[in-house]
T-cell receptor, first 115, second 111 residues
């Protein structure tokens, strides 16, 4: 499978615990995005990487959230001290712009439930 | 005003009819516009991208962009029950790398 992959697909945790999600983009894609989606809403932008550089981060993202893309390949999203409000689907997307145009390919997502 | 607005629906159309989905956006500097389809429990899948005013056709899908009116639409011809899904409009925010999504319109195609 050469698409975007995300692990784990499901995560149940207790409030206050830390969780980490992984995203493996399509291999030649240099751009990587993280989104959060709750029921009935569209994906909400969290952060953007170009290669290993984190170029943009949503102001909505609290200090409990951190993301890395250490070698410009896979990325991790960590949530510290989880809260029930963090329950959502976390989506990763990757892209490679061509002639100023890009297509984002989404992974299957990681569904997080905080009890 | 929300950055990207869509009617949440549901929009119900009979099989074989044309489904018309609409989206307005607030950022006049936006340059890239996208329509995604999302089935329940799945991740979004790109249907169409459009970057300049006018129409862009791909099979049964036509995207229409009017930057002056800050309006983008998606027409689905010969709608099929398999088209039943939530359709998300996304817009790039000028001066940023952000993609802003609407809340989506739920489409139901009745057999």
């Amino acid at each position: 499978d050469t698409g975007v992959s995300q692990n784990p697909r499901h995560k149940i945790t207790k409030r206050g615990q830390n969780v980490t999600f992984r995203c493996d983009p399509i291999s030649e894609h240099n751009r990587l995005y993280w989104y959060r989606q709750t029921l009935g809403q569209g994906p909400e932008f969290l952060t953007y990487f170009q290669n290993e550089a984190q170029l943009e981060k949503s102001r909505l993202l609290s200090d409990r959230f951190s993301a890395e893309r250490p070698k410009g390949s896979f990325s991790t999203l960590e949530i510290q001290r989880t809260e029930q409000g963090d329950s959502a689907m976390y989506l990763c997307a990757s892209s490679f712009p061509v002639a100023g145009q890009e297509t984002q390919y989404f992974g299957p997502g990681t569904r997080l439930l905080v009890l | 005003q929300k950055e990207v607005e869509q009617n949440s629906g549901p929009l119900s159309v009979p099989e074989g009819a044309i489904a018309s989905l609409n989206c307005t956006y607030s950022d006049r500097g936006s340059q890239s516009f996208f329509w995604y389809r999302q089935y329940s429990g799945k991740s979004p899948e790109l249907i169409m991208s459009i970057y300049s005013n006018g129409d862009k056709e791909d099979g049964r899908f036509t995207a229409q962009l009017n930057k002056a009116s800050q309006y983008v639409s998606l027409l689905i011809r010969d709608s099929q029950p398999s088209d039943s899904a939530t359709y998300l409009c996304a817009v790039t925010l000028s001066g940023t790398y952000k993609y802003i999504f609407g809340t989506g319109t739920r489409l139901k195609v009745l057999a």
